[in-house]
């Protein structure tokens, strides 16, 4: 096992505005935090990780959308069958979750018994926890 740990990028929601709408919905884009345009992101911080460390780093795709029914949940069982099927080769699985990214990557490891997972919320809605970060308790990490 070359590799004992392994970190798994996962975007979150983008939509896809035709260019005569840009415009119009770019502020409400904005506002709800929802990607628009590109994905350069994911693999600058791909290559910028792999450069500093010996890890491994995966980007999750998924189809990037908002409906629970039609992306949401698919996303969330497509990672873990992906976890099910490399969890074993890693000491160590960080899964780096930007805004419904971080949704789906909790979700994801909810049914695994394990202290090898790790998540990063980045601008991920969470209104159960923010109770909990307001007075000042850690938020858990699996």
């Known amino acids: 096992m070359p590799n004992t ?26 506002y709800f935090g929802i990607e628009y345009g590109h994905d350069d992101w994911t693999a600058d911080f791909k290559r910028h990780i792999q450069s500093k460390t010996k890890m491994d780093v995966n980007i999750f795709d998924w189809s990037r959308g908002i409906t629970k029914t039609f992306s949401l949940n698919p996303a969330i069982e497509k990672l873990t069958e992906l976890l099910k099927k490399t969890h074993q080769n890693y000491n160590e699985i960080i899964l780096f979750g930007k805004s419904l990214g971080g949704l789906i990557a909790e979700e994801a490891i909810k049914n695994f018994d394990s202290q090898k997972f790790h998540v990063i919320y980045v601008a991920t809605p969470h209104r159960h926890r923010s109770e909990e970060r307001r007075v000042g308790k850690e938020c858990r990490s699996r």
């Open 5 to 30: 740990k392994l970190l798994i990028i996962i975007p979150g929601s983008q939509a896809k505005i035709p260019f005569i709408f840009k415009k119009a919905f770019y502020k409400l884009y904005k």
